[in-house]
């Protein structure tokens, strides 16, 4: 299933705006500066998502999974490279000086927290925005080989499944940690996503549209 | 609501309603929060922990309300509901907490919040530890990569070294045996004998030259070295220098600019040392410039210090060899195929020496091709009378004549070559010689030949060097026993220097003997106690 240009275009504005919010969410938590990349949008048929992610993800990957389902339903997953998410909650986080080693508890927690951010704000615009309803719970973090992690979310379903993947980077005191949002639909979920984007942005034309034109909106009442 | 489960949790339990009023809590929070069942439940949470607003905690509550779960991980939160910290860990001012927050639905509709607390405390303080264990650990482990890469670059610095000192002390004495056996094995006529010789020669003093680097190196490691302190005209020193390598200069046909102040510059210094180093710096000077090529040497006063600027127009020095040029064993080509010889001591020992006087060098070099210059600042000394008297080197002995007539010299050496090269040299200054073989004999000739001065091997059999002068010295003032004496050793360490004086020697020789300078110490000598009389013993 392939996207126009305009409905990759309406996902990637409204990716951004979830992004954003847990941009500030982040800094607002940590008192630093926190900025997420304007991220890039791609579609793939499950299949092909390992090839696709396997030269920026050698090694083992931190993921963080966030099941949802209701009128949506899928798996949501932030994915970083291991030294990427060590440097994440390095950044992150006042260590007092001590430089982060390795993965132990907290920093995995911190990493979960970031993913909880990360997909609520994505998720909960289905919600309020899209006016969809999606439930979810939280999240859990996995560390694990790219290939291992595409095997136990294939093996989960039946029936072909597509991957929205969006490719972002967090950037906090001049660094910058590249990481993958990944959402894995049926075709039906997709489908009904997509759809859902299309309205959302026929609103808000309509929205400018309006406030730009208010003498049209009076006579229409 | 929660059920007898949530009564042993090892984590706290809350609920609320949509309202957030608490509607029931489990016992482990009831006791970690010290708060009774009546101060908590009915109550509104963000009444009972008012610094939730405050701290604006409180808004995860109301996301939850809306329907969203919340982690909230203890790095970057600290704690979620302030309780005192548990007991046994006095490091914190409140429990240290990960907490989850979400929505309790009944259907659709979400109908409360529950709160999930765990007490995190011991788990971050073992971390703490541990990763200020792993940091110790890697720095650790750097100084060890860092030092194991340091001596591996000496290993291999020193290997080649050695390499270079196998070498450079090989070749002269392959010329030298060359040579030698040429002249022993076939018809030679004059002039092939004089060129035999003179490289025979050239090459021991080559020879005598990678030793004394070598021992001088020795003796700087082992912080032996010993300066003779004098007063020194270094204008002299430079004077002398050159006339050293005059031949070579000429040979070569380089033009050799002096810019030397024409009055004296004097400072504290040994004599030899000095002019080892200006041998040294005016040598590389000469080896590294082409022929035709241009030396100038300055000296002038700058400051309190003496300047003396060696500086040529050949080689260079290139960037990444500047750094390091006066480091031992270092040559800007250490393989097997470099084209100039020798050890790559030198500039170090330079330094050395200089640095003892109290100085410093420098080198500069604008890179390969551009030719290169070495400054040596030296501490002036502080003048009181212009007249002190000031010891020089002494000039070119080869044209002095020495006329030893009528002083009559004990040579006592236990080998036949010695002696045999002694008694030439001496005998060409017309003085009057008795070799002896042993000591014995050379007590028992003293008395009878009555000799002006001594000159004493120090190892030799049954009675040595030390045991002789030591019977000499025991003698009556009459007899002889104040006679100026001359040890010729091989060793020359400061140990060996004292034993020499202290046994009764005025002097000591190195061998292999210069012999125009045992002329010139036989003359002071003979000068300094006086023996003007010759013919009155």
């Not at chain 2, 808004?59 to 790095?75: K, M, N, P, V």
């Not at chain 2, 530890?129 to 291999?156: D, G, K, P, T």
Request: charged share 25%.
């Amino acid at each position: 299933m392939t996207l126009t240009d305009r409905q990759t275009d309406a996902l990637g504005e409204f990716i951004n705006i979830a992004f954003s919010r847990t941009a500030s969410s982040l800094s607002e938590i940590t008192g630093q500066r926190v900025l997420l990349e304007v991220p890039q949008v791609e579609i793939y048929p499950i299949e092909e998502v390992a090839s696709n992610l396997a030269r920026f993800l050698p090694g083992d990957v931190a993921s963080i999974h966030q099941p949802f389902d209701g009128a949506i339903a899928g798996d949501a997953f932030l994915i970083l490279n291991y030294e990427g998410a060590v440097r994440l909650t390095e950044l992150l986080t006042d260590n007092g000086g001590v430089r982060q080693q390795y993965l132990d508890e907290s920093a995995r927690e911190v990493l979960t927290e970031v993913g909880n951010i990360l997909l609520n704000a994505c998720l909960g615009m289905f919600g309020n925005v899209l006016r969809v309803r999606v439930n979810f719970t939280v999240p859990n973090l996995h560390l694990e080989s790219l290939d291992e992690l595409i095997d136990s979310v294939s093996k989960e379903h039946d029936g072909l499944r597509y991957a929205i993947i969006i490719y972002t980077a967090f950037r906090i005191r001049e660094s910058a940690v590249t990481g993958y949002l990944v959402l894995v639909l049926s075709v039906v979920s997709l489908q009904r996503l997509i759809e859902e984007i299309e309205r959302w942005e026929e609103r808000q034309e309509q929205e400018i549209h309006t406030s730009q034109n208010p003498a049209k909106s009076d006579l229409s009442v | 609501m929660i059920g007898w489960m949530s009564e042993f949790a090892a984590q706290g339990l809350l609920v609320t309603d949509e309202n957030l009023f608490i509607r029931s809590c489990n016992k482990w929070f009831e006791k970690q929060s010290e708060k009774s069942e009546r101060e908590l439940i009915g109550q509104n949470l963000l009444e009972v922990f008012a610094d939730l607003k405050t701290r604006g905690f409180d808004r995860y509550y109301r996301d939850a309300l809306g329907g969203q779960s919340r982690i909230l991980s203890h790095r970057l939160h600290k704690y979620l509901l302030s309780m005192p910290p548990s007991t046994g860990v006095a490091t914190f001012a409140q429990m240290q907490q990960s907490a989850r927050i979400s929505p309790l639905f009944e259907g659709d509709r979400v109908v409360g919040t529950i709160t999930v607390i765990e007490d995190v405390t011991e788990r971050v303080a073992r971390e703490m530890e541990l990763n200020v264990q792993l940091e110790e650990r890697e720095r650790l482990l750097a100084s060890e990569q860092a030092a194991r890469e340091l001596a591996e670059e000496n290993s291999r610095l020193k290997d080649e070294f050695l390499a270079s000192v196998s070498h450079e002390i090989r070749t002269p004495l392959n010329a030298i045996n060359g040579w030698t056996q040429i002249l022993l094995n076939s018809d030679t006529n004059a002039e092939k004998f004089r060129h035999a010789l003179s490289t025979i020669q050239r090459n021991v003093a080559s020879q005598v030259q990678i030793i004394d680097d070598l021992l001088d190196i020795s003796r700087i490691v082992t912080g032996q070295m010993r300066l003779d302190l004098h007063i020194v005209n270094l204008a002299d020193s430079i004077e002398n220098a050159v006339n050293n390598l005059r031949p070579t200069i000429n040979a070569r046909q380089i033009k050799l600019i002096k810019n030397i102040e024409s009055r004296p510059t004097f400072i504290m210094g040994d004599v030899n040392r000095l002019q080892q180093i200006l041998w040294n710096l005016l040598s590389n000077a000469l080896k590294f410039t082409p022929v035709g090529g241009q030396i100038e040497i300055l000296l002038r006063e700058v400051d309190g210090f003496a300047e003396i600027i060696v500086r040529d127009n050949g080689h260079g020095i290139s960037d990444d060899f500047l750094p390091f040029v006066f480091e031992r064993f270092r040559q800007a080509d250490g393989t097997s195929k470099r084209q100039h010889g020798g050890l790559g001591l030198g500039l170090s020992i330079v330094k050395n020496l200089v640095e003892m006087h109290g100085g410093t060098i420098t080198a500069q070099s604008d890179g390969k091709g551009t030719g290169a210059n070495f400054t040596i600042l030296l501490p002036l000394l502080i003048q009181q009378d212009a007249d002190e008297t000031v010891e020089s080197v002494n000039s070119d002995l080869r044209n002095t004549e020495r006329d030893f007539a009528g002083v009559r010299v004990l040579v006592v050496d236990d080998d036949a070559d010695s002696r045999e090269m002694l008694r030439y040299v001496l005998e060409d200054s017309r003085a009057q010689i008795l070799t002896v073989g042993n000591a014995r004999e050379a007590l028992t000739q003293f008395s009878i030949f009555k000799p002006h001065i001594v000159i004493s091997d120090l190892g030799m059999p049954e009675i040595d060097g030390y045991d002789f002068i030591r019977q000499i010295r025991a003698l009556p003032s009459d007899d002889g026993g104040q006679i100026p004496a001359i040890a010729l050793t091989g060793y020359v360490s400061a140990e060996e220097q004292k034993r020499v004086h202290s046994a009764g020697f005025d002097i000591h020789v190195a061998k292999p003997v210069d012999f125009y300078k045992l002329l010139e110490i036989i003359n002071n000598l003979l000068r300094q106690t006086d023996r003007t009389g010759r013919d009155e013993r």
